[in-house]
């Protein structure tokens, strides 16, 4: 009868702090995010998703309509190709960022937090595929939003067909765990080791 007892003074407990975790999350991150785009109502700056060299090309369009904005890349193509595409359309080289630390996309919005929170962003346009965007948009949420990042997506044309909403929630899960334990389960991506055994011999 105690164990029994126990037991459910444990479920209890799991399904009280489950909800109070979901009503803190539901709560907290949209406050964060009005906050955010109160006090930066326009981007500061420019965050491209890697993936496709389509992207950079794009975002080196678009940053001559923004010429004050700087640009952030995230594990996009070769530096070298990626610098050449910059310099080809007139960006200069002390306005573009590349940032080689994410191994997928979630990675991608933890990897650059620290950077725009030492600059004090607030606001960033979002680059990235028209496929692509709903799961960027689903991670950005929860990683920027919880950080006070506000983000304005911006969608590069493409033929491919939207991703699935499994890997979307997949995202968003392991999005709340990088919330809650700071870890992002990338170790467990193949990537991850050989990038870190790179860094290692490097």
Not at 148 to 171: H, K, Q, W, Y
Request: proline content about 6%; aromatic content about 10%.
């Amino acid at each position: 009868m105690n164990i029994l007892s126990s037991q459910r003074k444990k479920q209890r407990f799991f399904l009280w702090a489950s909800s109070t975790f979901l009503l803190l999350l539901v709560t907290f991150i949209p406050v964060r995010l009005m906050v955010a785009y109160h006090q930066a109502p326009h981007p500061q700056a420019i965050l491209t998703l890697g993936g496709s060299p389509d992207r950079e090309k794009f975002t080196a369009k678009f940053a001559h309509n923004h010429p004050h904005l700087d640009i952030w890349v995230s594990s996009g193509i070769s530096e070298p190709k990626a610098r050449n595409i910059f310099a080809t359309a007139d960006i200069p080289e002390e306005r573009v960022y590349l940032d080689y630390d994410a191994v997928d996309t979630v990675t991608n919005f933890t990897t650059m937090v620290a950077d725009f929170r030492r600059r004090n962003i607030q606001h960033v346009y979002l680059i990235t595929s028209d496929f692509h965007m709903p799961r960027a948009k689903a991670i950005a949420y929860i990683v920027f939003g919880s950080q006070g990042i506000a983000f304005t997506p911006i969608t590069v044309p493409s033929n491919r067909r939207p991703e699935s909403s499994l890997r979307i929630a997949r995202d968003a899960g392991r999005s709340l765990l990088w919330l809650v334990t700071g870890r992002t389960g990338a170790s467990l991506n193949p990537r991850y080791s050989a990038l870190t055994t790179r860094r290692e011999q490097g």
